[in-house]
Structures are given as C-alpha cells and as structure tokens.
T-cell receptor, first 110, second 114 residues
Framework: GEDVEQSLFLSVREGDSSVINCTYT??????LYWYKQEPGAGLQLLTY?????DMKQDQRLTVLLNKKDKHLSLRIADTQTGDSAIYFC??????????FGAGTRLFVKA | DTEVTQTPKHLVMGMTNKKSLKCEQH?????MYWYKQKAKKPPELMFV???????INESVPSRFSPECPNSSLLNLHLHALQPEDSALYLC?????????????FGPGTRLTVT
C-alpha cells in the first residue's frame, strides 16, 4: 500500500516562510492534496496540485511537486500565528483512495 | 453550502451504553466517509458509503455500525465500546469516490469511553 512520510514538527517565526515536506511511494494519482487541521477541528482542504504540474501558487501558498523523487512540498509565505495547525499531505488522491501522511505540526512564534 | 455538520460535538459514554453519531451534508455529495483520529495521528478510514451503499469497511469491529438513511445523512451506531475507542470521529463527504474528488470534513465528535 501507499507509504507517506512527513516530518512531525516545524517551528518558524512570524513573517518567515514555512516549508512542509512530504515523500510518498504511490505515484499513480492525478491529484495530490494538502489539508490543514486546526486544534479541535476537522480537516480543511488547503490546496492541491495536478500530477502533470511542477508548481502551483495560490496566494501565500506554493506547492512544489517532484514526481521523479516522489516529493511534495507546501510553502507558506509570510507565516502568521493563525497558520499554526497540523498539515497533512494526501498524495494518493481523493475519494476513498485518500491516504494521509502523519501530519506536520506547524508552530509559529510571534 | 459547503458544510458538513456533525452532532454531538462531545460524547462521553460507558462501555455498556448505546449511542449514535450523526453527520449531515447538503452539497449533493454521493460519497460519505467515517474516519477515526487518535491524538497526534492522521485520520484512519473506517467506512465509505457510495450512493447510500456501504462500499468499504476497513475491518472495523462490529461494535461500530454505520448507517446511511439517505444521501444527506450518515450515522455511526456505537455499542459496547472499549476505552481504546476514545478518539475524534470525523465524517467527510465528496462528490464522488474517484481520486479527483476532494473530501469535505465535518468538525468531528470527540468521543470518550469510560
């Protein structure tokens, strides 16, 4: 089955950029997703990228995809305290094929 | 309306109790999901309903019984649970079950089994 790895913790200062990385084994999906989970809440779809793209930018968010290395990253520019949350990559696509990484806990220091 | 609602927000139950978790969406989505999430872990898929039929059961113990009364509602009936079943139970829906369909999640029900 799919194996998805993420580093568990990232700490940045407010205003800096955050980069959250994800590596995966199954490269068959058309879509690769990032979800955000704030404390005590459900998951919220943040952004996604098509598998035929290298990069997607959406306001402060930039998603980079390296299909050859099976590496997905999420960059948050000008990180704010409200960005503190757990970020899950789901590189296996959506629907019932959704498999989440372990989640990266982002802590933003004021 | 892009919201998935879940009730109750919190539930405390004894090991001999019977309770139900409820989930509702009005986005016309035809796939609905139950996940279990333990602290500091990713969500684990439990059940998937597609067009109101159970299509995936990830070897979940029979003390968890899902039900999909109609295309907008999803229930999870709980009976004779164990303390290790304490977790956040998340409901989600998607327009379809294919990989191009992102999931919309509810806020979850925090379940504590005593």
């Amino acid at each position: 089955g799919e194996d998805v790895e993420q580093s568990l913790f990232l700490s940045v200062r407010e205003g800096d950029s955050s980069v959250i990385n994800c590596t995966y084994t199954d490269s068959s999906s058309t879509y690769l997703y990032w979800y955000k989970q704030e404390p005590g809440a459900g998951l919220q779809l943040l952004t996604y990228i098509f598998s035929n793209m290298d990069m997607k930018q959406d306001q402060r968010l930039t998603v980079l995809l390296n299909k050859k290395d099976k590496h997905l990253s999420l960059r948050i520019a000008d990180t704010q305290t409200g960005d503190s949350a757990i970020y899950f990559c789901a590189p296996g696509g959506g629907g019932f094929k959704t498999i989440f990484g372990a989640g990266t806990r982002l802590f933003v220091k004021a | 309306d892009t919201e998935v609602t879940q009730t109750p927000k919190h539930l405390v139950m004894g090991m001999t109790n019977k309770k139900s978790l409820k989930c509702e969406q009005h986005m016309g989505h035809r796939a609905m999901y139950w996940y279990k999430q333990k602290a500091k872990k990713p969500p684990e898929l439990m059940f998937v309903y597609s067009y109101e039929k159970l299509s995936i059961n990830e070897s979940v113990p029979s003390r968890f019984s899902p039900e999909c009364p109609n295309s907008s509602l999803l229930n999870l009936h709980l009976h004779a649970l164990q303390p290790e079943d304490s977790a956040l139970y998340l409901c989600a829906s998607s327009a379809g079950t294919g990989s191009s369909y992102e999931q919309y999640f509810g806020p979850g029900t925090r379940l504590t089994v005593t």
